[in-house]
Protein backbone atom coordinates (compact mmCIF):
# COMPACT_ATOMS: atom_id res chain seq x y z
CA UNK A 1 0.00 0.00 0.00
CA UNK A 2 1.68 3.14 -0.95
CA UNK A 3 1.03 5.96 1.59
CA UNK A 4 1.65 10.00 0.37
CA UNK A 5 3.68 11.72 2.99
CA UNK A 6 2.15 14.91 4.26
CA UNK A 7 3.76 17.17 2.40
CA UNK A 8 2.47 15.47 -0.31
CA UNK A 9 -1.50 15.07 1.14
CA UNK A 10 -1.45 18.87 1.22
CA UNK A 11 -0.56 19.66 -2.28
CA UNK A 12 -4.18 20.33 -2.91
CA UNK A 13 -4.89 22.68 -0.93
CA UNK A 14 -3.02 25.16 -3.26
CA UNK A 15 -5.68 24.40 -5.28
CA UNK A 16 -8.00 24.95 -3.11
CA UNK A 17 -7.22 27.98 -1.64
CA UNK A 18 -7.63 29.16 -5.47
CA UNK A 19 -11.12 28.27 -5.53
CA UNK A 20 -11.95 30.44 -2.06
CA UNK A 21 -12.54 34.02 -4.04
CA UNK A 22 -15.23 32.63 -6.72
CA UNK A 23 -17.01 30.77 -4.02
CA UNK A 24 -17.07 33.82 -1.61
CA UNK A 25 -18.81 36.18 -4.25
CA UNK A 26 -21.63 34.43 -3.71
CA UNK A 27 -21.75 33.74 -0.28
CA UNK A 28 -24.17 35.36 2.33
CA UNK A 29 -22.11 37.03 5.37
CA UNK A 30 -22.78 34.15 7.82
CA UNK A 31 -21.59 31.65 4.82
CA UNK A 32 -18.55 33.72 4.71
CA UNK A 33 -18.17 33.46 8.27
CA UNK A 34 -18.21 29.83 8.57
CA UNK A 35 -15.56 29.57 6.00
CA UNK A 36 -13.43 31.58 7.46
CA UNK A 37 -14.15 29.87 10.95
CA UNK A 38 -13.80 26.10 9.19
CA UNK A 39 -10.64 27.36 7.39
CA UNK A 40 -8.65 27.92 10.35
CA UNK A 41 -10.16 24.98 12.37
CA UNK A 42 -9.11 22.73 9.43
CA UNK A 43 -5.48 24.35 9.02
CA UNK A 44 -4.87 24.20 12.92
CA UNK A 45 -6.35 20.01 12.70
CA UNK A 46 -3.81 20.08 9.22
CA UNK A 47 -1.09 21.35 11.57
CA UNK A 48 -1.77 18.33 14.27
CA UNK A 49 -1.66 15.93 11.92
CA UNK A 50 1.42 16.54 9.73
CA UNK A 51 3.66 17.15 12.95
CA UNK A 52 1.88 13.40 14.58
CA UNK A 53 2.49 11.68 10.65
CA UNK A 54 6.32 13.83 10.16
CA UNK A 55 7.55 12.68 13.50
CA UNK A 56 11.08 14.24 13.76
CA UNK A 57 11.52 13.57 9.99
CA UNK A 58 13.05 16.65 9.52
CA UNK A 59 13.01 16.50 5.37
CA UNK A 60 9.71 16.25 5.88
CA UNK A 61 8.60 18.96 8.08
CA UNK A 62 10.01 21.62 5.68
CA UNK A 63 9.34 19.80 2.07
CA UNK A 64 6.43 20.68 -0.06
CA UNK A 65 6.25 20.24 -3.79
CA UNK A 66 3.77 23.14 -4.05
CA UNK A 67 5.18 26.40 -5.78
CA UNK A 68 2.86 29.04 -4.27
CA UNK A 69 1.59 31.70 -6.01
CA UNK A 70 2.17 33.44 -3.25
CA UNK A 71 5.38 34.21 -3.51
CA UNK A 72 6.59 37.52 -4.72
CA UNK A 73 8.54 38.18 -8.03
CA UNK A 74 12.05 36.93 -7.85
CA UNK A 75 14.42 39.09 -6.50
CA UNK A 76 17.04 37.87 -4.44
CA UNK A 77 15.84 35.61 -1.69
CA UNK A 78 17.26 34.37 1.58
CA UNK A 79 17.46 30.53 2.00
CA UNK A 80 15.17 30.95 5.23
CA UNK A 81 12.88 33.05 3.36
CA UNK A 82 12.84 30.25 0.26
CA UNK A 83 12.80 27.41 3.11
CA UNK A 84 9.32 29.43 4.57
CA UNK A 85 7.56 29.46 1.73
CA UNK A 86 7.82 25.49 1.14
CA UNK A 87 7.01 24.41 4.01
CA UNK A 88 4.27 22.90 5.01
CA UNK A 89 3.11 25.71 7.34
CA UNK A 90 3.22 28.53 4.72
CA UNK A 91 1.05 26.18 2.54
CA UNK A 92 -1.40 26.53 5.73
CA UNK A 93 -0.86 30.21 6.39
CA UNK A 94 -1.33 30.88 2.63
CA UNK A 95 -4.67 28.71 2.49
CA UNK A 96 -5.83 30.48 5.29
CA UNK A 97 -4.71 33.99 4.17
CA UNK A 98 -6.92 33.30 0.98
CA UNK A 99 -10.11 32.37 2.91
CA UNK A 100 -9.62 35.66 5.29
CA UNK A 101 -8.98 37.78 2.16
CA UNK A 102 -12.04 36.11 0.01
CA UNK A 103 -14.24 36.49 2.54
CA UNK A 104 -12.97 39.79 4.18
CA UNK A 105 -16.19 42.17 2.98
CA UNK A 106 -18.36 39.16 4.29
CA UNK A 107 -16.96 38.78 7.89
CA UNK A 108 -18.79 42.18 8.82
CA UNK A 109 -16.92 42.43 12.26
CA UNK A 110 -17.24 46.50 11.52
CA UNK A 111 -13.63 46.77 13.55
CA UNK A 112 -13.13 49.96 12.11
CA UNK A 113 -15.87 51.42 12.72
CA UNK A 114 -15.88 50.09 16.34
CA UNK A 115 -12.83 51.59 16.51
CA UNK A 116 -13.47 54.90 15.39
CA UNK A 117 -16.74 55.01 17.68
CA UNK A 118 -14.56 54.64 20.68
CA UNK A 119 -11.78 56.93 19.81
CA UNK A 120 -14.38 59.51 18.11
CA UNK A 121 -17.73 58.96 20.15
CA UNK A 122 -19.15 62.46 19.62
CA UNK A 123 -18.79 61.96 15.45
CA UNK A 124 -20.52 59.00 15.78
CA UNK A 125 -23.76 60.04 16.93
CA UNK A 126 -26.10 57.30 14.49
CA UNK A 127 -24.08 53.86 15.06
CA UNK A 128 -23.97 51.65 11.92
CA UNK A 129 -22.12 48.78 13.31
CA UNK A 130 -24.10 45.25 12.77
CA UNK A 131 -26.04 43.67 15.36
CA UNK A 132 -24.19 40.12 14.98
CA UNK A 133 -20.42 41.81 14.74
CA UNK A 134 -19.27 39.59 17.67
CA UNK A 135 -19.40 36.83 15.27
CA UNK A 136 -17.68 38.05 12.80
CA UNK A 137 -14.99 39.29 15.15
CA UNK A 138 -14.88 35.25 16.51
CA UNK A 139 -14.55 34.18 13.20
CA UNK A 140 -11.51 36.64 12.52
CA UNK A 141 -9.94 36.01 16.51
CA UNK A 142 -9.61 32.60 15.22
CA UNK A 143 -7.92 32.79 11.89
CA UNK A 144 -5.70 35.06 13.68
CA UNK A 145 -4.73 32.85 16.75
CA UNK A 146 -4.40 29.76 14.25
CA UNK A 147 -2.33 32.08 12.25
CA UNK A 148 0.35 32.83 15.24
CA UNK A 149 -0.28 29.27 16.83
CA UNK A 150 2.88 28.03 15.56
CA UNK A 151 5.35 31.05 15.52
Given at each position: ????????SL????????L????????????????????????????????????????????????G???P??????????????????L???????????C??L???????????????????????????K????A????????????
Amino acid sequence: MLRKSPSQSLVPLAELGQLLSPAAKHAMVAEGRSLVRNAALMVQELGTWVKAKAGDDLPELTTSRVSGPSLPPPLVYSSSTLAKFVSWQALLESFLNAAVEACADLVASCIAQRAFEACFPRLSYRSVIRQDWKEGQDALLLALVRFLYDK
